[in-house]
């Protein structure tokens, strides 16, 4: 099994109002979450990228992904104060270019002794690109053959140094692509950083087959996990890769208590304060599509129609037809007599594993076994301290039964995620 | 004229590259020792060596109090991307990063991105003003006070305090705000190197800390003056300014040379002038121009640092301290502190706080 963390910032599955809840933006809070992964022998911390700040409304939105510090430069940090925990940065193929990013990858697995990961993300959002050059946007389709490109290409440039240390030039000149020259920094200690994909559309699944070595998914059912894991490894063999070069590590949350049923209980407690009377009137607008400020959100739904193509919530996707999810809502409302906030509780939230220690420690290990999962990437709901008690007191078991490390056998993130080393191609 | 004004040393540490940490992190812990105010970490996609801004960010939790500043290049850079990285290395240091903006002027570098040819020096300096400015707007873009964690309205931030920056240059345009919140000294501390015309035209305009080339110290004294009164024609204070004359340094295997000196010229690669001597002529140098009035400091690259860095810290350095001419201890924690300037305040706070009272 493998497992990695999540830094969770500020968004709608954190709880910022919690008295233990610390900065979001502090280098302490990064480097405490990232110290208790290590302690927990996780195989890697994980950041995402903020590009622009979401807006709600025609404003900033004022609490969802306000304020992220810049990734990269936050894990080279981290590679000062912790010593074997893979380091992995989000980073958009749609606003940088291969070249500069590609060395700066390089770098971190310098810096690190080959610890660097890139989760490659893409964007379609000409929100976001009015903060860069481009400006404009890459439609869905281009947005892959960009990435995919971009991938190959910081392949190119990683190999263009012999593994002896030589420097040879360079030359790539491709659709999206034509660059030439000599690359500054020599081949990264891990052969190429580990690449990770996120998200799980079926353009996104064959890019994660082709290019990948861990995919970053969302988490399902059993059923539903255990599908997925039977189509993405499925992919494979026509890249001429083996199963286990490309890992699945769905992003889940974790509750435990003492029992089932306190868990249960401190889960619960965490979805009311996850979704505040603010964040449910927020989250019914992005479904609606208007503003409903004036509505009461310990009151029933709004008896109106949805707006469709609206752009009330800028830099995040909207997802599904808006009137289908109005009409599941109001099912759900009146069938359990649910208030707005509770719909919005009862709908939205998804958390993955609550129990006791125990009985998650078995759940995780059934989706392993079950091959639903190589792993999981923790986001946890508490900045710097919500890993705590999963590393305490869940990881201890999954240790026992040998479904977990106890201690880590090699030094790089490919070797805690036994992934080959690539063969250089010069 | 300011003859009594803090003497201001600093360090450039690159040289030959070095591809692990460690290199990075004695040196950096050298010039701390001497209290130096900052080391420098100088950049280039077109010469090996690793991402300075990344170096120093990996050096940044295992120093204390020294300045950090890598070389940051901004044509074929985005902006946007610059400016957080730059504000997330004054998070990570907790108050101690500036940026030496630079430009990349030659076609090998244009081919290594592949999206515009190369520029006249003029027009690319004009960006990396442009960059500056824009950066110091996004710096500035999130008030101080902006997080609110207002459990009672459900707040976070208060947006109020979150400013879109608008910002239109030549050859790129910048919408805003930042995504990383205002940085610990609210805007990190801009280096530029002056030794060109364009380049001086920048520093004048958005430079904290402007580094400067000369072989006297009349000749120093009167590049000084030159750019404080292009500030101050800018609308800044000159004294919010400060000016350090680059030398190259060569302190050789003697104690003292036997013909110590200067020469002009880019005779290596480092910028500035060529300086031959022993530890004690280089203090010597040093007192005497700083006492001359003709600069703020000095920022000396070492041609050899792991030999000469050693040399600048403990022989150059101490003998300064001992005459008193420079401090022995960091008196603050951020950079902006050692330098003797003021944290600025939010440009859009001080605005909304003007609309308010009209």
Redesign the interface.
């Known amino acids: 099994m493998h497992l990695a963390a999540h830094f969770p910032g500020v968004n709608n599955t954190t709880v910022w109002a919690d008295p233990r809840s610390r900065s979001q933006i502090d280098f302490s809070s990064f480097e405490q979450l990232a110290r208790t992964a290590e302690r927990g022998k996780f195989d890697f911390f994980f950041l995402a990228e903020g590009l622009r700040l979401r807006e709600h409304n025609g404003r900033v939105h004022d609490l969802d992904v306000v304020g992220r510090p810049e990734s990269l430069t936050v894990l080279n940090a981290l590679a000062a104060v912790t010593d074997r925990l893979g380091l992995a940065a989000t980073v958009n193929a749609t606003f940088n270019e291969p070249y500069e990013l590609a060395r700066r990858l390089a770098t971190l697995d310098h810096l690190s002794a080959g610890r660097a990961a890139w989760n490659v993300v893409t964007s379609s959002d000409a929100f976001t690109g009015e903060n860069f050059r481009r400006g404009g946007y890459l439609d869905r389709a281009d947005r892959y053959t960009r990435a995919a490109e971009f991938v190959a290409t910081a392949r190119e440039l990683w190999d263009s140094w012999t593994p002896d240390g030589t420097s040879r030039p360079f030359a790539h000149e491709g659709p999206q692509f034509a660059i030439s020259g000599e690359f500054t920094v020599p081949r990264p200690p891990q052969g190429h950083p580990v690449v990770i994909q996120a998200g799980d559309s079926d353009e996104g699944r064959e890019f994660a087959a082709s290019a990948a070595d861990v995919i970053f998914t969302r988490h399902g059912t059993l059923e539903a996990g255990r599908d997925f894991y039977a189509d993405v490894k499925a992919r494979l063999a026509a890249y001429g890769r083996e199963p286990g070069d490309l890992k699945i590590m769905p992003g889940v949350t974790v509750v435990t208590g003492d029992t089932d049923a306190e868990a249960q209980e401190r889960a619960a407690g965490i979805r009311r304060q996850q979704v505040s009377p603010q964040n449910a009137i927020l989250t019914a607008e992005q479904i609606w599509g208007t503003d409903l400020s004036a509505y009461d959100p310990d009151g029933p739904l709004p008896a109106i129609d949805p707006v469709p193509d609206s752009e009330i919530t800028q830099g995040r996707v909207r997802h599904g037809d808006p009137f289908a999810i109005v009409a599941r809502w109001r099912a759900i409302s009146e069938a359990k007599g649910l208030s707005l906030r509770q719909t919005v509780i009862e709908t939205t939230t998804r958390q993955s594993f609550i129990g006791s220690p125990r009985t998650v420690a078995a759940e995780l290990t059934a989706f392993v076994d079950e091959r639903a999962a190589d792993g999981f990437i923790l986001v946890p709901h508490l900045t710097p301290s919500g890993l705590d008690d999963f590393v305490d007191r869940v990881v201890p078991l999954l240790q026992e039964s040998g479904a977990f490390r106890t201690e880590y056998t090699g030094s790089t993130l490919r070797s805690h995620l036994g992934l080959p080393e690539p063969v250089w191609k010069g | 004229m300011s003859a009594r004004t803090s003497l201001h040393l600093a360090a450039e540490i690159g040289g030959p590259?070095h591809?692990?940490?460690g290199h990075y992190l004695r040196l950096a812990r050298l010039a701390e020792d001497g209290a130096l105010d900052y080391v420098t970490l100088g950049d280039?996609?077109?010469?090996?060596?690793?991402?300075a801004?990344?170096?120093l960010?990996?050096?940044?939790?295992?120093t204390d109090r020294i300045g950090l500043v890598p070389t940051v290049t901004t044509t074929?850079?985005?902006?946007?991307?610059v400016s957080?990285?730059v504000?997330?290395?004054d998070?990570?240091?907790?108050g101690r990063a500036g940026w030496s903006a630079d430009v990349s002027t030659t076609e090998?570098?244009a081919?290594?991105?592949?999206?515009r040819t190369a520029a006249p020096p003029a027009a690319l300096w004009q960006e990396a003003g442009e960059v500056a400015d824009v950066s110091g707007r996004l710096w500035d873009s999130?008030e101080d006070d902006a997080?609110i964690?207002d459990?009672a309205?459900?707040?976070?931030?208060?947006?109020d305090k979150?400013h879109y920056v608008d910002f239109e240059g030549a050859?790129?345009?910048?919408?805003?705000?930042a995504?990383?919140?205002r940085p610990p000294q609210g805007r990190p501390v801009t280096v530029i190197d002056a030794t060109t015309g364009p380049a001086r035209e920048a520093a004048a305009r958005h430079a904290d800390v402007v580094h400067i080339r000369a072989t006297t110290p009349e000749q120093a004294a009167a590049v000084r003056d030159e750019v404080r009164a292009k500030a101050a024609a800018h609308g800044r204070d000159p004294g919010a300014l400060r000016v350090l004359v680059a030398l190259t340094v060569d302190l050789g295997d003697m104690e003292t040379a036997p013909e110590p000196g200067l020469e002009s010229g880019p005779r290596l690669a480092g910028r500035g002038t060529y300086f031959r001597g022993g530890p004690v002529d280089l203090a010597d140098l040093i007192a005497q121009w700083h006492r001359a009035g003709a600069a703020d400091g000095f920022h000396l690259t070492p041609i050899t640092p792991e030999r000469d860095l050693e040399r600048i810290v403990n022989g150059t350095v101490a003998l300064l301290q001992h005459r008193s001419l420079f401090r022995t201890f960091h008196p603050g924690g951020t950079l902006r502190e050692h330098l003797g300037l003021v944290r600025p305040a939010s440009r859009y706070a001080a605005a909304r706080a003007v609309a308010k009272e009209v």
Do not use: N
């Open positions: 590259p591809y692990d940490a280039s996609f077109a010469r090996p060596g690793l991402d801004l990344a170096v960010a990996r050096v940044a939790p295992a074929h850079t985005e902006p946007f991307h957080s990285a504000a997330t290395l998070w990570v240091s907790r090998a570098e081919r290594l991105f592949g999206r999130w997080e964690r459990t309205t459900g707040r976070f931030i208060d947006r979150l050859t790129f345009s910048v919408r805003g705000p995504i990383v919140p």
